[in-house]
């Protein structure tokens, strides 16, 4: 017999429990099982980590949400002294552009001015390609490509590059393809082209071509992929291989602000 140590009576030995009040005889001699150092880890990782954390994950979500919804609204920011470090939003039309914000009217107007003047030049037809690119610093990247083909053989892109400060590259490209010999390759067609562009500035670049129509002869079967030119700054006339034939890329940049 024992006494139990809650309500005092007598209980037979072999009972687990006192028939009286229930007290669990064996309750007292269960041990409390030592918290591991895991569990330990994942309570202080809990209490400090974490918290802090979703702190910075709050903060830069909060940063995020505050830009994206300045490059939703319909006036675009004023440019930032940051450099660009991300795209948000591009178009592939001005017209897109346009619709977004309300303030970007006179960057839209001194393209159309560009392509005014460039339409005017000639009577020439062109398809264009437009690219603009908003960045998180809210500069604008502008890139218009005017692709006009003359003839099987011979075409021309005018590259528009620019930023919403208004500086600004003009890359006149003028290709031709399936030339079969060096007088083929330097002909009256794109010499009429490429002074009417370039306003007789870059007659230079085929006067030094032709001088050098021997050496381009020693070589024509081992022009490699840089192609066999001659170059003045940014511009320059290229022969390439293009199979059993040769094709030319001539560049003319300027630059305007």
Known sequence: MRKCPRCREKVET??????????????????????????????????????????????????????????????????????ATQVYKTYT???????????????????????????SQTSLTYSLDQSIIVYNNFNVYFKMIYETVMSSHLSMNVIYEGDRNGDHLVTYQIKQTGMTSFNEVVNDDIITVINEVTQDENQSLFDRMLLREAEFESRKERIGHYGFGVYDGQNSFVIYRDGELYKTVFNYVMKGQ
């Open 93 to 119: 039309t001005l017209t897109e552009f346009g619709t977004d914000y309300t303030n970007v009217q006179p960057y839209i107007d001194r393209l159309k001015a560009f392509e005014s003047d460039l339409f």
């Open 14 to 83: 072999k009972n687990r429990f006192c028939p009286h009040c229930g007290y669990r005889f064996d309750y007292a001699k269960q041990k409390k099982k030592p918290i591991s150092t895991l569990t330990v880890f994942l309570i202080f990782f809990s209490l400090v980590f974490i918290p802090t954390a979703y702190t910075r994950v709050l903060s830069q979500l909060m940063q995020e949400t505050t830009t994206l919804q300045s490059l939703t609204s319909k006036e675009l920011p004023e440019q930032q002294a940051n450099e």
